[in-house]
């Protein structure tokens, strides 16, 4: 096992790969921005260092000055948790010629995964149902608007290296089609310096819903069931929920069966999701994250599976601590993503916590590294915090929601809990009865 772990990340996140690693007696190095001296993930960890300046490009996306924290404090693994560098197969890369393991895939899989157009073709031959699309990359726009017309309207224009629903471009007509290839260009080279797109067919009203899985070095592979992440704004999941309300026990099985056959075939390594939008029935692929997923708690909650710890042992060439036949699914969890935001404008609200009171209480759990006194920096994401409930089922679950909600105090910064307080008390949204549009259409009729 390993010695000594460099978190290469900051927040809440930082602190659950912290927490995981000191229960297994690792020694763990936060490395942190001059924004982030006073942080909690760098109070806790056992050593610290500066990697640079606020702006993440000078500092958390820094790989010479994160590699050097490394060689530096004598760490013998990384883990990048999720955002930042955990995507990035060259810094798996340059990590391994370091003599460093990096906690997560290789760098081959995150490569293939990395661009949309070549997971799509990966996962499609190892058996997982895809959106119907284009033949991969649209050279031109007669090639699009032939794609187009043979998948019928809408369709939806996606950038090839996209993430946080960026370069993404709607065409509900062969009217829009010109447009939307042009800017889903634009958009993505501009955000990704790539602007290779493909077409997707629109399915109008699906919900989300990914496949939690994580594999060893020897072969095995299991699945740990689905989260359900159909309440979205602008594309950002919100509030998740595991098991979901819309499969029905066959249709878990079979999709759950479906994936772990087809990341066995693939010789995945590591912690990765699988995510599909789903309607009348059917599974549509849509990308799969080869990292830690910020929902992964909901999992956790349900499968009494410790995902971090896990993806910890995989990585120092264990075995997985369970089989397939181990994991059984008992009782209802969500996570509601907190951010420092206005709760109707959403715009970000940095600054000073003047008081905070954490909810606390049977099957609740808030993962934060937030305190009294701390100032949220300007400079980054801004979700403080993910309280997560778990209950028997997922009605007295969302009664736990509930009363964790009325507990929970952040004065000094505007937060979105009273967007949550008034969500738990929709009757649409307490029959399970949504979709990925149905948030930010119940957000503008409240507006
Ligand atoms: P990103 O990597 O930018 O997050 P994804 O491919 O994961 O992009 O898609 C993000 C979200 O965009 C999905 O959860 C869904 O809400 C929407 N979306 C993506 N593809 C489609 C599609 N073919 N039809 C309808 N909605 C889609």
Redesign the pocket.
Known sequence: MFKKVLIANRGEIALRIHRACKEMGIATVAVHSTADENAMHVRLADESVCVGPPAPKDSYLDIPAIISAAEITGADAIHPGYGFLSENARFADIIEAHNITFIGPRAEHIRVMGD?IAAKEAVGKAGIPL?PGSKGELKSIDEARAAAEKIGYPV?V?AAS?????G?KLAPTANDIEEAVSTAKTESKAAFGDDAVYL????TL?R?IEIQIIADAHGNVVQLGERDCSL?RR?QKVLEEALSPALTNDERVKIGETVRKAIESLGYLGAGTI?F?YENGEFYF??MNTRLQVEHPITEQVTNIDIVREQINVAAGNKLSFTQDDISFHGHSMECRINAEHPKTFAPSPGKITSFHAPGGPGVRFDSAIYTGYSIPPYYDSMIGKLVVWADNRELCIARLRRALSEMAIAGIETTIPLFIDLVENPQFQAGDYN?HWLEKWLAEKA
């Open positions: 949309k959106v939806l996606k996209g993430g946080g629903g960026r993404m997707e067919k629109y399915l699906p989300h979205q594309h995510e939008l849509i990308e990925i």
